[in-house]
C-alpha cells in the first residue's frame, strides 16, 4: 500500500505543475512541438509499416509461395525488319514454335521437382445477356489452376475429367460475374453465351480482393471478372495459335502448325504465335525453386531451338525484395521520428532548466521552509512529464488524422494498431522523465541560503 503522505506529495506536485504549464501555455506548447511531431511520426510509420506487410502478404496468397511464372515474349517486329535480319544474321533465322502444350508436358515428364503445372490461355471477349454485352476475360485452364492459384471454388464444383477430356462447354466463373449476370439468384447450371458459344456454369469461385498495386506488380487480373473454361474447350471451340493465318489465303501466305514439334519449320509471322500466355508451376520444395527455374529455362530454350522468347519469374523472390525495400524505408522513418522525440526531450531539457534559473528564489524559498531534495526534484520531474505526456496525446490524435491523410492522398493502405499508439504514449512519457532528470537535481542541489539571495 503506497505511503499516504507520498501519495500527498505527488499530488501537491502535480497542481503545481499544472500551475507553471498553464501560466506559460505558448511555451510549453513550443517545447512540446518536438514531442507532437516525433509521436505523430511513429504511429504513422508503424501504420504504413503494417499497412505494407498485410498488403505482402496478400500478394503472397495470390501468387503461391512455391511458385514459377512462365510469360511468353510476342514477337513484335514488322514483317520488313524481320526479312532485314534473315538476310544480315543467321541467328534470326532461328525457328521457335512457342510456348504451348507440349512444352507442359514436357516439364512435367522431365522435372521431379515439380508439383503442379498450370497452363492459362487469355482471350478478351464478351458475354451476351439480355441484350447486352459485357466485356469479360476468357481463361483456358486445367483443373489445378484453382489450387496453384490459391482460389477456391465456393459454389458448384471443379471441372471433371469427362468434360475436359470431351472439351465440353462448360465454365467457372467469377463472383462478380455471378453478381453481374445473376443477380439475387445461384449461376449453377445456368448457361451463359461467351462470343458464340454457349457454356454451362458449373461453378462459381470466392470473391478475391485484388488491389490494383497488386494487379499491377505481379501482372495479375481482377479474377472476379474472368470466366473459366478448361484449356482444350479453349482450343476446340474459340482459338489455337497453332493454326496461324497471317494473311487471306488467296495471298498465299497461310500458315498451318500441329502439335508435332517434327514438322517443317517456317517463319512464324509476326505477332504473339505463342499457343498459351501464362505457365504457372508450383514446386514441391521451395528450397529448389532456383534450381527448378533454372532447369525448366533450360529445356524451354533447348526445345525452342536456342531462342529464349519467353520469360521466368520468381513472383516469392520479387514480393521479398519488396518487403525488404519496404523495412529499409521503414527504418529511415523510424530514425527520423527518433530524432524528432530526441529534438522534443531537448527541447523539454532546455526549457526546465531554464525554468530552473527562473524560479532560482522560489526554490530557495520552498527549501528554506522544509523542501526536500527529493520534493524538489519531483516538482520539476512532474512538470517535465506532464510536457510530454501532453504532447504525446497531442502527437497521437495527429498521427492518427495523418495516417488516414496519407492513404487517402497516396493510396497508400495504413493500419493503426492499438500496441503503435500504445507504444508512442509510452515513449512520449520516457522521454520528459529521462530528460528532465538533469534540470530536476539542477535544481535540487541548489543551496537554499545562496538560492534565496540569487537576483
Known amino acids: 500500500m503506497l505511503d499516504p503522505i507520498l501519495i500527498e506529495k505527488l499530488k501537491s506536485n502535480l497542481s503545481e505543475a499544472v500551475r507553471v504549464i498553464l501560466t506559460n501555455k505558448v511555451r510549453t506548447f513550443l517545447t512540446a512541438l518536438g514531442i507532437i511531431f516525433g509521436v505523430a511520426a511513429v504511429i504513422s510509420m508503424l501504420a504504413i509499416g503494417n499497412g505494407a506487410e498485410k498488403e505482402i502478404l496478400a500478394q503472397l496468397e495470390l501468387v503461391g509461395v512455391n511458385n514459377i511464372v512462365i510469360t511468353p515474349i510476342p514477337d513484335e517486329k514488322e514483317d520488313s525488319e524481320v526479312e532485314n535480319e534473315e538476310e544480315n544474321s543467321s541467328e534470326s533465322k532461328r525457328f521457335s514454335k512457342g510456348l504451348d ?32 454485352q459485357n466485356s469479360i476475360k476468357l481463361i483456358g485452364v486445367t483443373k489445378e489452376f484453382f489450387s496453384v492459384s490459391n482460389i477456391d471454388i465456393e459454389d458448384g464444383k471443379n471441372f471433371s475429367d469427362v468434360q ?38 458449373v461453378g462459381v469461385i470466392e470473391e478475391k480482393q485484388i488491389s490494383d498495386k497488386a494487379q499491377e506488380n ?66 514441391k520444395n521451395s528450397e529448389k525453386i532456383n534450381a527448378t527455374a533454372d532447369l525448366v529455362g533450360r529445356i524451354l530454350k533447348r526445345k ?46 532546455n526549457i526546465m532548466l531554464a525554468s530552473v534559473l527562473e524560479r532560482t528564489k522560489e526554490i530557495g524559498i520552498i527549501r528554506a521552509i522544509g523542501a526536500t531534495q527529493q520534493d524538489v ?37 495504413t493500419i493503426l494498431s492499438l500496441s503503435s499508439i500504445t507504444l508512442s504514449f509510452f515513449v512520449a512519457t520516457a522521454i520528459g522523465l529521462i530528460f528532465g532528470i538533469a534540470p530536476a537535481r539542477s535544481a535540487a542541489s541548489k543551496s537554499p541560503i545562496e538560492a534565496i539571495r540569487y537576483d
Open 101 to 132: 502444350i507440349l512444352d507442359v508436358k514436357s516439364i512435367q515428364k522431365n522435372v521431379p521437382s515439380v508439383a503442379k503445372i498450370s497452363p492459362e490461355i487469355v482471350l478478351e471477349t464478351y458475354v451476351t445477356t439480355k441484350g447486352r
Open 164 to 201: 475436359i477430356n470431351n472439351a465440353l462447354p462448360v465454365c467457372v466463373i467469377g463472383r462478380k460475374i455471378e453478381k453481374k449476370l445473376f443477380t439475387g439468384e445461384s449461376a449453377i447450371g445456368k448457361k451463359i453465351k461467351v462470343k458464340d458459344v454457349w457454356l454451362q456454369v
Open 218 to 283: 505481379l501482372g495479375i487480373r481482377d479474377l472476379n471478372l474472368d470466366v473459366y473454361i478448361p484449356i482444350k474447350t479453349f482450343l476446340v471451340r474459340y482459338r489455337d495459335r497453332k493454326i496461324i493465318v497471317d494473311k487471306a489465303p488467296e495471298e498465299g501466305n497461310v500458315v498451318f502448325f500441329g502439335d508435332n514439334s517434327n514438322g517443317p519449320k517456317k517463319r512464324i509471322p509476326r505477332g504473339n504465335y505463342h499457343q498459351i500466355d501464362k505457365l504457372t508451376i508450383q514446386v
Open 304 to 349: 525452342h531451338n536456342g531462342m529464349v522468347d519467353f520469360e521466368i519469374s520468381i513472383p516469392i523472390q520479387e514480393l521479398k525484395q519488396q518487403q525488404k525495400t519496404k523495412q529499409i524505408f521503414n527504418v529511415v522513418l523510424s530514425i527520423i521520428a527518433g530524432i524528432s522525440l530526441l529534438i522534443g526531450g531537448i527541447g523539454i531539457m
Open 377 to 413: 526534484i519531483l516538482q520539476f520531474l512532474s512538470e517535465s512529464v506532464l510536457i510530454s505526456i501532453g504532447g504525446g496525446i497531442i502527437g497521437i490524435f495527429l498521427g492518427i488524422i495523418s495516417s488516414y491523410a496519407i492513404e487517402f492522398a497516396t493510396g497508400i493502405e
